[in-house]
Nanobody
């Protein structure tokens, strides 16, 4: 069964850090997969945050998170991470992991990140 499961969300103060994890199963990172993070705040559409290719490690970021967020993978663990630093209240959202393998798209269930004092 192909699935991705996020973890690591929570409540953090402005300026703080969190690391999200996304564990993938049913496929391997040793093949070409595009793993990405997206987020959706209440009343807003889901938006792209960051992506990485599992074989070459190429990355791409939304302008709103460049210099603050870092996406990475541990291919041995079939896991993708999102290190989030200098968090702002506007980063508050449900964060979703997505895997794209050819025409197959798999979404996780999401993890809540709340940035508030």
């Amino acid at each position: 069964q192909v699935q991705v499961v996020e973890s690591g969300g929570g409540l953090v103060q402005p300026g703080g850090s969190l690391r999200l994890s996304c564990l993938a199963s049913g496929f391997t990172f040793n093949n070409y997969v595009v793993m990405s993070w997206h987020r959706q705040a209440p009343g807003n559409e889901r938006e792209f945050v960051a992506r990485i290719t599992t074989t070459r490690g190429s990355t791409d970021y939304a302008d709103s998170v460049k210099g603050r967020f870092t996406i990475s993978t541990d291919n041995a663990k079939n896991t993708v991470y999102l290190q989030m630093n200098s968090l702002k209240p506007e980063d508050t959202a449900v964060y979703y992991c997505r895997a794209v393998r050819g025409l197959s798209v798999t979404w996780g269930q999401g993890t809540q990140v709340t940035v508030s004092s």
